[in-house]
């Protein structure tokens, strides 16, 4: 029984078992004949029968440290020093007793089983087999080779044969069935693992999703907006950026035409005084602004920036959906865009003063605030609020968990 555990595990994990409960069985076989010899010698003088039970201490001391932790090297020692132990106890035990006159007896059958389960374990089922093989072969011999010591009469008892055989065949059965058990788990760990890969493709296309909506809605802004004629260097550079970011086959090198980004130079100083313009938030921000959008921006840029990396990039591409949403449902030319930090979250708001819309549920086709917003924010473990209505304008409050609480959160995979 492999209790649905992957095929590399359950090998080890049944063989650990086997061995356990074969250890357990040795050292009650042990135990039942030390109990047996010191009953039958208690109250007698007869020194012989007291060496019968000294001859047993060995091997039980031996498989009290198998049971700790089984080696090699530990149970070849058990095999050996049991197979000595073995024919000295057989030796006295008959010579002590008189009216013992041949090996098919009980007690003589315990020490042997204890040999035979215990040399029968090991990390697989032919092995375990081959163990079990070689501790029945030793304390068998022992028992031939006593008996012809003592001078009585050898016959196999059924009781060792038995557990031998009982042993071989659980170890042929585990091995036999072992196949059949390993395609099931496979086919299990198969399922579970295709059930992930759905979840993270589901996961990967509503980000691509989004992206490619966020992208392709902000550039038909743009050009809209834009006058007749050739388009603006600037605009065009941007349009041209955002397609290389979402790979669609747009060259990597800058060829000749292509255009330059404006202020080069003043832009790599600038970011590398201040993360905020290197930003994805201050990227959206500029971008509305390029698009004849009015933005002010307030509050602690500093609480923004030391964000987690991704989750600066969501919340930067779910203030360019809102901007973009301003420009195209509001009406209003401008918009505010507030940051705030405390309480382990950082808070962005974007507010417009133009006409609203019903906040009881985006409707089915808002794909903006369905999937680059709210879908977006909660993506990185945060939450979206939306108050709006048609007099007063809209407002939308992002609430991302900060760079620690993020981080001990492990935060959603995008």
């Given at each position: 029984m492999s209790l649905g555990l992957p095929s590399h595990l359950a090998r080890p994990a049944n063989s650990r078992a086997i061995a356990s409960a074969a250890r357990w069985a040795g050292l009650v076989c042990l135990g039942g004949a030390v109990v047996n010899v010191a009953t039958s010698s208690f109250g007698s003088h007869n020194v012989t029968s007291w060496l019968t039970?000294?001859?047993?201490?060995?091997?039980?001391?031996?498989?009290?440290m198998l049971a700790r932790g089984r080696t090699v090297v530990l149970t070849l020692a058990y095999l050996l020093v049991g197979a000595v132990c073995t024919y000295f106890y057989v030796v006295a035990l008959l010579t002590g007793t008189p009216s013992y006159r041949d090996t098919n007896l009980f007690v003589i059958a315990l020490p042997v089983v204890a040999m035979t389960l215990v040399g029968g374990t090991g990390t697989g089922s032919l092995v375990g087999i081959l163990w079990a093989t070689l501790g029945f072969a030793l304390a068998e011999a022992a028992v031939i080779v006593a008996a012809a010591t003592a001078e009585r009469t050898y016959i196999p008892d059924a009781i060792s044969l038995g557990a031998y055989l009982l042993l071989v065949g659980v170890l042929a059965f585990d091995g036999l069935t072992r196949g059949t058990r390993s395609r099931a788990q496979t086919a299990l760990h198969r399922a579970v693992r295709d059930a992930r890969l759905v979840d993270i493709r589901r996961?990967?296309?509503?980000?691509?999703?989004?992206?490619?909506?966020?992208?392709?809605?902000?550039?038909?802004?743009?050009?809209?907006?834009?006058?007749?004629?050739?388009?603006?260097?600037?605009?065009?550079?941007?349009?041209?950026?955002?397609?290389?970011?979402?790979?669609?086959?747009?060259?990597?090198?800058?060829?000749?035409?292509?255009?330059?980004?404006?202020?080069?130079?003043?832009?790599?100083?600038?970011?590398a005084a201040d993360p905020w313009y290197d930003s994805d938030l201050h990227q959206a921000i500029e971008a509305a602004r390029d698009e004849g959008l009015t933005v002010d921006v307030s509050g602690d840029r500093s609480a923004f920036t030391g964000l987690d990396e991704d989750v600066r990039r969501a919340v930067g591409l779910a203030v360019r959906q809102c901007l973009v949403n301003v420009m195209r449902h509001s009406g209003s030319p401008v918009a505010e865009v507030a940051l705030s930090a405390g309480g382990g979250s950082v808070s962005v708001m974007v507010v417009d003063s133009g006409s609203g819309f019903p906040v009881t549920?985006?409707?089915?086709?808002?794909?903006?605030?369905?999937?680059?917003?709210?879908?977006?924010?909660a993506r990185v473990g945060g939450t979206v609020d939306i108050y709006s209505s048609t007099d007063i304008g809209t407002t939308v409050i992002l609430t991302v968990p900060s760079a620690s609480e993020h981080a001990a959160g492990g935060g959603p995979a995008a």
């Open positions: 039970l000294l001859f047993l201490i060995p091997m039980v001391v031996l498989l009290l996961e990967l296309t509503a980000a691509s999703t989004a992206e490619l909506h966020d992208t392709v809605l902000s550039e038909l802004v743009a050009v809209s907006a834009a006058r007749p004629g050739p388009l603006d260097p600037r605009l065009a550079g941007r349009i041209e950026a955002d397609l290389r970011g979402l790979a669609v086959g747009v060259p990597g090198d800058d060829g000749p035409g292509s255009p330059e980004p404006a202020s080069a130079d003043e832009g790599t100083a600038a970011s549920g985006p409707a089915a086709d808002r794909l903006g605030l369905r999937q680059s917003v709210q879908d977006r924010i």
